[in-house]
């Protein structure tokens, strides 16, 4: 008899607990968009540098992201053609991203750029990244098509934080 009411007991309390919670659950938005994490992630990048505007913040941590761990000569030891890869991206028309990349030799003469716009409408917005054991780069992917985008230094919480922070920027440039 007394396992009987206990049993009821508990299961009174985890049917109010969950009637409770429902109304908090029911207004918090659905989704990764306006999530809480990512709320706190764009006010910190604001606050960070000093704008009110998420895109720009969002451009400028991937623009300093990208010089944090971009694959240099002196990385590259044992290669026989060592160059550096720098990227920088920016906003284009609506829905567009722009990906700068300059190739320098190891003596920083030869230069070579190219530029590539990805169009961003209908995209799934999550880059993914693959930082191989036996390279010296992590390489992201772009959204469109999985092919190789960019590569950065072998660094996977510095891939993982770009890819993050694209993801992000993507995210905001779908909005128009």
């Known amino acids: 008899?007394?396992?009987r009411l206990t049993r009821k007991l508990i299961g009174a309390a985890l049917l109010s607990a969950c009637m409770a919670a429902s109304p908090v659950f029911a207004a918090e938005p659905g989704g990764g968009l306006s999530?809480?994490?990512?709320?706190n992630y764009l006010l910190e990048l604001k606050r960070l540098y000093l704008t009110e505007n998420e895109r720009q913040a969002l451009l400028a941590h991937c623009n300093d992201l990208l010089k944090i761990y971009a694959l240099r000569a002196a990385y590259q030891v044992g290669q026989a053609q060592r160059q550096d890869l720098l990227y920088q991206v920016r906003q284009g028309e609506s829905g567009e991203l722009l990906l700068r990349e300059e190739t320098r030799g190891q003596q920083g003469t030869d230069i070579a750029v190219r530029n590539q716009r990805i169009a961003l409408f209908g995209v799934?917005?999550?880059v993914r990244y693959e930082c191989p054991t036996t390279g010296i780069s992590c390489v992201l992917h772009n959204p469109n098509d999985g092919s190789p985008l960019l590569s950065i230094v072998r660094d996977h919480q510095g891939a993982a934080e770009l890819a993050k922070a694209l993801s992000f920027l993507i995210r905001n440039l779908q909005k128009g």
Do not use: I, K, N, R
Not at 35 to 39: I, L
């Open 1 to 3: 008899m007394q396992l």
């Open 35 to 39: 999530s809480a994490e990512q709320g």
């Open 124 to 126: 799934d917005p999550f």
